[in-house]
């Protein structure tokens, strides 16, 4: 969606899916996800939620946590109605095929460096991608006991994007080795 980054439209969909909540909560929940692909610094979510409510994408009041003062975002009807418009077709070509991938990104350079290290690159990312896969099922089994069918779904696609991944290096990983390369 032309002039909104995804983070401001994730951010937007995290406030309207948690109803009221506090930028601290939003942190949370990009902090904790299976998929740590935005940021959840406090220097990127408070100032990014200030802009959306200056931009009438949110509304804030006033709350109290003990002792500490706070403000509640939510989603105001300008701002429902841009992730409504967000989440309609077309889909932007980029959200269909541009999946970035560090991994694989390295992959185009591995040559630089000397067999053992590239070896040791891809072993380590490979048991790094395998100890998520509890995590993720975890994440998707407590979707499925919320009864929160979207949020499952959208969990069992993470899953589904890692078991491809792990494939794929592990079949880099084979090839290289076959050949001498790793």
Known sequence: ??????????????????????????????????TP????????????????????????????HGRRRSRLYRTTSKGTAVLKRWLR???????????YDPIRVRIYFLKASPPAQRRA?????????KRRIPLLEADERRYVESGDE???????????????????LEEVRRKLISRGLA
């Open 1 to 34: 969606m032309a002039g909104r980054s995804d983070l401001e439209l994730v951010v937007l969909g995290v406030v309207w899916k948690m109803g009221p909540c506090t930028p601290y909560a939003i942190r949370r929940e990009f902090l904790t996800s299976p």
């Open 37 to 64: 692909h935005f940021s959840g610094s406090a220097g990127a979510i408070y100032p990014l939620v200030r802009r959306l409510e200056r931009d009438g994408l949110l509304s804030s009041e006033a709350a109290q």
């Open 89 to 99: 077709p077309p889909v932007p070509l980029k959200d269909i095929v541009g999946t």
């Open 121 to 129: 690159l891809l072993d380590e990312s490979l048991a790094e991608m």
């Open 150 to 168: 979207f949020s499952r779904l959208a969990s069992h696609g993470i899953q589904k994007s890692l078991d491809a991944r792990i494939a794929w």
